[in-house]
């Protein structure tokens, strides 16, 4: 199992770029696909980004592709997402997840997720 903890959150104007980190113990996070997730107040929580678990394919979901990179570093037991030209729309809390299939396929739905962080609040003034 895969603990992580979320930070890098906070409140930026539109336009600007936070880049949340996610630090993750456990022996098997350098086997793991992770993820990012958001959710919005009264909205389902949504994939925004994952990443294999040897960093060689990662997938976004559209409204953030372009404009979001995620990045793991497996030597640090951590996982990124750079978030530049962001919107208020952008507006929700982030969480970070890991799958529990060692070296699976990069999935992007909560289901292929199961470990989950605390997640951290990204506030996009407009």
């Known amino acids: 199992q895969v603990q992580l903890v979320e930070s890098g959150g906070g409140l930026v104007q539109a336009g600007g770029s936070l880049r949340v980190t996610c630090a993750a113990s456990?022996?098997?996070?350098?086997?793991?696909?992770m993820g990012w997730f958001r959710q919005a107040p009264g909205k389902e929580r949504e994939f925004v980004a994952g990443?294999?678990?040897?960093?060689?394919?990662?997938s976004y979901a559209g409204s953030v592709k372009g404009r979001f990179t995620i990045s793991r570093d497996n030597a640090k037991n951590t996982v990124y997402l750079q978030m530049n030209s962001l919107k208020p729309e952008d507006t929700a809390v982030y969480y970070c997840?890991?799958?529990?299939?060692?070296?699976?396929?990069?999935?992007?739905?909560?289901?292929?997720?199961?470990?989950w962080g605390q997640g951290t609040q990204v506030t996009v003034s407009s």
């Open positions: 990443i294999s678990w040897n960093g060689g394919t990662s």
């Open positions: 456990g022996r098997t996070f350098s086997s793991s696909a």
């Open positions: 997840a890991a799958s529990t299939r060692r070296y699976g396929a990069l999935g992007t739905t909560p289901a292929a997720f199961g470990s």
